[in-house]
Structures are given as structure tokens and as C-alpha cells.
């Protein structure tokens, strides 16, 4: 009669033991099942061997479901991962699914993989092939960009690490002067150095540019330009001059209404046709113009958000102490709008580093561009996975690292208590 | 003097002088652009105008939803293009939004394991370009499929290779009998629904709609089955065996890799932003609401359907609709693995062919602009119908 009462704080002696053994046991046969490809149950028939670890994990877990046992980690355990039948049910395959696929993955990017050599033929086993990755590494990072000058976009890099990284550890007054050089000065500098063309530097035209660095290049000019401009669109929008208001609307409504892809095309292959004969803009610079038009309308439409959640006591408070319209938007309602709205801004930015390699439709190529180009190259077909997996591992952690890091400003600036 | 006077007096001057520089810059542009279009077509001999449409387009394209083939004008390659642009976001929004929704609903299950799983779920999904997503799915993970062959067998009906995913044709008879009943049935649940709700506020009696709709929606269609003549039969896919080492399968219905593809990487994408959106919804509903729900005596299933759900979606909704605006948009990423998408079709092939840059790409723009207006207008109106009436 004992043994099918309720698990209570009575029989916990009897039922946790077996519960547990119970739980150990499923996922031993699983774990067996995965990594050895064991089968501790096969003198069961098959279908019931199938289940076998599910019906057995299921019990333990209804068998170790104590209300108010006054065992502290049992209690813990059962509000997290066993409040109910059904949340034991989704645990269980849970732990299952994530055995389960261990195995394989560590096989495809580590047991089974090649590190060594320097060509397909050195790629002998089931897993990943690095020696891909090995081998146009210095293409993924650079494009097409020569070996012997590949210094000066390293050198530009460089600078600009050590500027941002200077820039943290110095006195606050100082830190304008390092901010002020990073956006006016820096990015001049340092595309005159990766162009080259004076100063005895070999031109390099734009076309050879690509790899990794051509993404943190064009990110970098377009969060750099897009920005003002988003700000004086949305400033532009909520204006009570009525021209003014309805072109920039138009123009915000205009960019966000069409995918970048459009636009894109539009820069290639339409925009030439609008300028003077004979004129040529560079492909990388009509790109750059696209993408930070296109952004710019999405950070217009954030920045407004920023704006309008103002309370209108602020506008007031700052023309009673008779500012005009750019001081009180530059000293009062800007520096309050724009901290409220961080994560959105965050969140384009982001959007636009992500965008970047689309601009393979005007033929410009950046990491995912290259990785296009390298896996059709005849001595390196079918190097895909590799290929797609090492850029996504790489996008994903500039994007996470952002993600984390306009996080981590939100709280910092956070003037709530 | 004069200058302090024309600053307080003449506000409406004032004001005047930055529209006016304002309107007077954005139109030199546009006529500097215009005129230098004009002489650059005229250079090249070619004249604005969209007679192009008519012309035979003379290039085939892989997948159509309507008949189609070369000697078609290029305004039906357009509308091809368009119609698998559609088929791709509605697909794209329909499973974006299941997979949204369960995943974001996951995120707050008390159940440890399960809400971890569901973060990074959306910590690695939200944060690789969707470019590479669709890459990886179409160059890696679907070409590792087998040839036909020896295609992954679904009991026999339904064959997924590396060439696509065949699955069987649906071949009706009398379907606009059954159209028909479906659309009665839906009529008959809204009459249902609507007598229930009056009887419900005005005599507190409780019409148990939820099954009596399930009932009409399976029902009425099937009597058309037994009585109306209406039948469904299949037409499996075969495998074929074309020369010795070629086979494909003949008969049912073809779904190509770059749909898949795109449909796959566009909804997984797209439901991790979702899920972000259902989350924050469901988080914005007052704790006081489900307490006070909870001590008028109803259950966990009554609180979330009527108390929670209805707060949460009108915070979901908005930041939701843009998500669909989004997934729209970004469907065009087709062109990149010759989805024959708007994009690939109209701006990619005909565009190349004619040479009308300028006619094209607006066209194609404006079409963009069309479908995510229609898009939130739609979703402006189920918003307002969602909203709080306030009495």
C-alpha cells in the first residue's frame, strides 16, 4: 500500500533513491547510446527499448516530485526542472536532444576534422576541413587586396585599437580630444592609408578591397555618417514647418518602405544613369552612400521614438531659459532622447553590420563574398559548410560582442534609481 | 534693428525662409537628375516609357505558380515574380510567427533547461547575418542531401532530395463546391460566435463556440465529400529512371531547394525576433492583472486566454507587424541563391535584357513599397480592432 501512495515527505527515504536511480539510468542509456553507441537495453523488444529511457526518466522524475521536502536541493531541482508532469516530459528531451547531438558535432568540427596541410587532398576524414579556412585565411581577412601592402590596412586597424583602447583608461577631459580625432580626423587618415595613391603608398583601388576588413570598413563609415543624418531626419519629421516635415516623412517612409537589396541594385546599375556623362563615382563609394541612406532612415525613425517619449515639460522648461531650436535640441532634448533610445540604436547598428554582405550584388566582395568565391574555386569544391560555419562564428561574435556591449551602456547610463 | 524685428514680428517669414531653401534644394536636384537621365537615354536611344512590358520576354524561369514560359510578356514574368515573392513571405510568416510565438513562450516557462534553450536559441540565430543563414542552408546543409535515388522516403509519399522535396499533387474534383463550404463554415462559426457573445453578456449563459467551431469547420466540409460529389485524390511522385545514372521522380508536386532554403533561414531568422516581441508582451502585462484574475476563481488556461492574452497582443502586435514588413523585405535576398523572386526575375534578368534601368528598378521599388503598405494597413486595422474600447 506503501509503495503506490503519493510521493510525500513521508516515503521521501524510499522514493528519492529510486527516483534518482531511475533518472541516472534513462540518461546513462542515452549517453551510452550517443558516445558509444551502446544499446543497454537490447535484450527489450525494439520499439519499447526506443522508449525505454523516456518511460524510465519519467517515473524517476514523478517519484522524486516532493512538495516542500525540506531537502533544499531537491526543492530547487523540482521548481526548475520538474514542476509538472509536462515540464519532466520537456526536460527529459531536452537532455536527450542535447546528448544526442554532442556526439556528432564534436566529431564534424574537432575529432574527425583536418587542421594540418595545405591543400583538399590533406582533408581525409569525415569532419570539417580547416585547412580550407587555413589557406584563404589571409583572403577572408583582406580581399583581393596585395599580399606586400597588406600592412597598411593592419597598421590602420592597429591605431585605431589602440585610440579606442587609450581611450578608456584616460581623464575624463581628455576623453573629447580622443572621440573628436575618431570621428573627424581617424577615418580620413585612415582611408587615405588603405587607398594609398600619396605620400609614396601604392594605389590600391577599391575594387581589390574585400575580406573581413572591407565589413568593418564600410560599417565603420556608415554608423559614422548615418547617424547625423538619422538625427536631423527625425528631428526633420517632428518639426512644425510643413515642408520640412513632409519631405523628410517621404524620405524616411521612401528608404524604409523598399529592401536594401533594391537599393543596392538602384546605386549599380540606376544612379549612373542620373549623373553627367563621363562622370564616374567609385562603386565602394555609391555602396557607402546607399547603405547609409537606407540606415539612416531607420535610425531617424528610433531617434523619433526618443523624442516623442519626452515629456513636454522639457521642451518648455528649456525655451523658458530662452534657448532657440538648435541649442535646446543639441543641450536639453537630444542628450535625454538619445540615451532613452540605446537599444534601438544598438539594434541598428546592428542591423547594418549584418547588412553589409549584401553588397556582393554590385560585386563588391566582404567575407561572405570571399567564402562565395573560394568555395567555387575547382581545387576547393565543396568546402560550403566550412565556409558558411566560420563566417556565421565570426559575425556572430562581432554581433554579440555589440549586443552585449549596448547592454552594458544602457545600465551604465541609466540615470533611474 | 531690422534684424530683431523681422526675428519676433514676422514669424510667418521667418518660417518661410528654411522651407523654402528646403523645397528649392530637393527640386534642383531632382531636375539635375532628370535632365541628365534624359541625356543619357537619349545618348544611348532610348526613350522612357513602359511599353517593354508587352514585349515578348524570351527567358525562362525555373519555378511559377502560373503558366509561364519564354514567350510571355515581361509584365507576366513580372507577376510571377511577384506571386513567388508572395508565396515565399506568406510560407516565411507563417511558420516565423508558430515557431515565434512557441520559442518566445518558452523563454518564460519556469522550466529551467527549456527557457536556456530558448535564449540561446535566439542569441545565435538573431545574431548571424541572415545572408549566411540562407547561404548555409542552400550551398551546406541542403546540397548534403541525397540524390534522388536514394531520397530520404516519407512512408512512400513524399521524397526529400537533394534536387528538391517532392510531395504528392492534390487532384479535386468539384473544388469550388468545397471552397464554398469552407467559406459557409466560417460564416457559420461568425454568426455562431456572435449570437454566443450576446447570450454571454446578456443572460451570463456559456456556449461552448471553441468545439461547436471545430465541429462546423471539419463537418460541413465533409458532407460535400459524401454528398456533393467532391473528391480528393493523389498524385504520389515516382521515381523515374531517365538514363542509367540519372533518375528523378515524375508526378506530384516539385518543391525546390532555393524555396526551402530561403523559407527556412527567412523563418528562423524572423521568429527570433518574434519570440523577442511575445516575450516583452507577455512581461508587460501587470502581475496585478493575473493575480486579480486569479481571485475571481479562474484557472491557469482561463488567465492566459482571457486575461493575459488579450493585454499582451495589443503590446505584441505593432513591433510584430514591422517583423512582417521586414521578413517581406528581406524574402528578396532570393536573388542571392536565384530564388526566382521580384528581385531576381524583374530587376535581375529583365532588367539585363532591356536595359531600362530606370523604369525597372522603380517599378520594382514601388512594388516593395505597395506590399509593405498593404501590410500595415492590414495590421493597422487588426490593431485598432484589438485595442482597448474604452467606454
Known sequence: MNLIAKPSKENIK?????????????????????????????FLPSQLSYLLPLI?????????????????????????????NFNAVLTLFTIFIIIKSIPPMLDWFILEANFVGNSKDDCTGDGACWVFIKVWFNRFMYGLYPNAEQW??????????????????????????????????????????????????????????????????????AILFCFPIGVILALGRRSSLPAIK??????????????????????????????????????????????????????????????????KGQYEAAKSLGMGYWRMNALIILPQALKLVIPGIANTLLALVKDTPLIFVVGLMELAGMIGLAKTNPKWLGMAMEGYVFAGLVFWIICYAMSRYSQNLEKKLSTER | MIFKKFNIENKKARDLIPQAITVLALLSVIIYFATNAQINMGNRGISFGFGFLNQEASFDITFSMIEYDGSHSYGRAFLVGLLNTILVSVIGIFFATILGVIVGISRLSD????????????????NIPLILQIFFWYFAALRALPLPENGINFYDISFLTIKGWYVPKFIWTNFNIFLLSVIAAFIAIYFVNSYA???????????????????????????????????????????????????????????????????????????????????????????GQKEAAASIGLNKNQILKLVVMPQALRIIIPPTTNQYLNLTKNSSLAAAIAYPDIVLVFAGTALMQTGRAIEIISITMLTYLTLSISISIFMNWYNKKMAIKEK
Open chain 1, 14 to 42: 524510499t522514493y528519492v533513491p529510486i527516483g534518482f536511480s531511475l533518472v541516472s539510468l534513462s540518461i546513462l542509456d542515452v549517453f551510452a547510446n550517443a558516445f558509444f553507441n551502446l544499446n543497454l537495453m537490447a
Open chain 1, 56 to 84: 524510465l526518466g519519467f517515473i524517476g522524475f514523478y517519484l522524486i516530485r516532493i512538495e516542500f521536502s525540506g531537502v533544499r536541493s531537491l526543492d530547487i531541482l523540482n521548481k526548475n526542472i520538474n514542476s509538472n
Open chain 1, 152 to 221: 597598411r590596412i593592419n597598421t590602420a586597424f592597429l591605431i585605431l585599437f589602440t585610440v579606442v583602447g587609450v581611450s578608456f583608461f584616460v581623464a575624463e577631459r581628455l576623453k573629447k580630444y580622443f572621440i573628436l580625432f575618431l570621428v573627424f580626423v581617424f577615418p580620413f587618415l585612415g582611408i587615405k592609408l588603405i587607398s594609398g595613391g600619396s605620400f609614396g603608398l601604392e594605389y590600391v583601388e577599391s575594387a581589390a578591397w574585400g575580406g573581413l576588413s572591407l565589413t568593418f570598413i564600410i560599417s565603420a563609415f
Open chain 1, 246 to 311: 513632409y519631405i523628410s516623412i517621404g524620405f524616411i517612409e521612401l528608404w524604409r518602405g523598399v529592401p536594401l537589396i533594391t537599393v543596392l541594385f538602384m546605386s549599380a546599375v540606376m544612379f549612373p544613369m542620373f549623373l553627367p556623362d563621363g562622370t564616374f563615382i567609385d562603386k565602394l563609394i555609391r555602396v557607402l552612400i546607399a547603405i547609409t541612406l537606407f540606415e539612416a532612415a531607420y535610425m531617424a525613425e528610433v531617434v523619433r521614438g526618443g523624442l516623442q517619449a519626452l515629456p
Open chain 2, 111 to 126: 522550466n529551467y533547461l527549456i527557457a536556456k534553450v530558448a535564449e540561446w536559441y535566439v542569441e545565435i540565430f538573431r
Open chain 2, 197 to 287: 457573445t450576446k447570450q454571454r453578456e446578456q443572460f451570463g449563459k456559456q456556449i461552448p463556440t471553441t468545439i461547436i467551431s471545430f465541429a462546423t469547420l471539419i463537418l460541413l466540409p465533409l458532407i460535400t465529400f459524401f454528398f456533393l460529389g467532391v473528391s480528393l485524390t493523389f498524385e504520389y511522385p515516382v521515381l523515374k529512371q531517365l538514363s542509367p545514372t540519372v533518375f528523378t521522380y515524375a508526378g506530384g508536386v516539385s518543391i525546390i531547394p532555393e524555396l526551402i532554403a530561403l523559407a527556412l533561414a527567412l523563418s528562423m531568422y524572423t521568429a527570433t525576433f518574434i519570440a523577442e516581441n511575445v516575450r516583452a508582451g507577455i512581461l508587460g502585462v501587470g502581475k
